[in-house]
């Protein structure tokens, strides 16, 4: 692989304020704490790991492609209780990818999607090859293919 590429999870500190909220406040702004019954199942977008079955999530819609085009984008994810924001070193990938059918969205400078496509996870790097070998993709989003659910962001390391 001739690439070299960085995944960004979102960083803990964009949630801090809704870890510290009552279940009633939470829910007024469509959120809620829930626990994990079954893994992999709830994805964590700080630390870019499966939750457990028996740790707390927060579930909260998230805008996960704010910016100032048509793209812009909005969704439900998942954050663990005592997540820690993971920093991954140049072209790796997380476990948690590795076994969903994910959906990527190549976008330009200007934060329109140019590419789109489905992979296994397995097949992630090769992906994230061909998109990068595009001159005009800027960086790539990461989303669950079925449910739809952002990941995580790539970009060229």
Request: hydrophobic share 40%.
């Amino acid at each position: 692989m001739t690439t070299k590429f960085i995944i960004k999870a979102l960083p803990k500190g964009k949630f801090n304020e809704f870890m510290r909220l009552s279940d009633e406040k939470l829910a007024s702004m469509h959120a809620r704490w829930q626990m994990v019954d079954s893994s992999p199942g709830n994805p964590c977008r700080v630390s870019l790991i499966d939750a457990k079955v028996g740790e707390k999530v927060l579930a909260l819609s998230f805008i996960h492609h704010d910016v100032d085009s048509p793209y812009r984008a909005s969704g439900p994810i998942f954050v663990r209780e005592h997540a820690e924001t993971v920093h991954l070193g140049i072209n790796e990938i997380p476990t948690m990818l590795r076994h969903r059918q994910l959906s990527l969205r190549a976008y330009d400078t200007n934060k329109i999607m140019i590419e789109a496509g489905v992979v296994q996870g397995e097949g992630l790097e090769l992906f994230i090859e061909k998109q990068f070998n595009n001159v005009c993709v800027e960086y790539i989003h990461i989303h669950n293919a079925a449910q739809g659910c952002f990941h995580c962001a790539v970009y060229r390391a």
